[in-house]
């Protein structure tokens, strides 16, 4: 399997800080061989990226982009609960979309976060996944992206 940290050099990104919870949960949990990662909002240094519903002030375009940012985010809840090099695979992506009336391209949006674990993990990166749609998302934001991961020892 690829290096997961050189392969996201390559992309040119870095891992964030975990994002703070902004409830009352974690941001991640070991079960056995599994890492289930919670909700992951489009954060950069404690704020939300944008707020609104994809198809009325948020572009799909921007939507995927800010996918992709709640996969990075993912990766860096696992990172510091048991480091990206222990990924087998990822197992399951659930995508939620905050989209407008009619607008039904919500598994495209949600690309943004399947293309980052492939890129990152490759074969390991290719997963189960669900993309819904829903009325409002936790802070007004457009996406959030959940994961469980399967891990070695």
């Not at 399997?1 to 975990?18: F, Q, R, S, W």
């Not at 954060?43 to 940012?69: F, I, W």
């Amino acid at each position: 399997m690829t290096d997961p940290y050189a392969k996201l050099g390559e992309l040119g990104l870095t891992l964030p800080e975990v994002v703070p919870p902004v409830a009352s949960y974690v941001p991640a949990v070991q079960s056995g061989d599994q890492v289930f990662v919670s909700g992951q909002l489009p954060m950069v240094d404690g704020k939300l990226l944008a707020t609104g519903k994809v198809g009325d002030g948020v572009s799909p375009e921007q939507a995927k982009e800010l996918a992709e940012r709640c996969a990075l985010n993912a990766l860096a809840a696992i990172d510091s609960l048991v480091g990206l090099e222990k990924v087998v695979k990822i197992v399951k992506v659930t995508g939620f979309v905050a989209a407008a009336e009619g607008f039904t391209a919500i598994p495209a949006v949600i690309n943004g976060a399947s293309e980052l674990f492939g890129a990152v993990f490759g074969e390991a990166g290719r997963h189960a996944r669900s993309a819904v749609g829903v009325a409002e998302l936790p802070l007004g934001s457009p996406v959030e992206v959940e994961v469980i991961a399967e891990v070695s020892e």
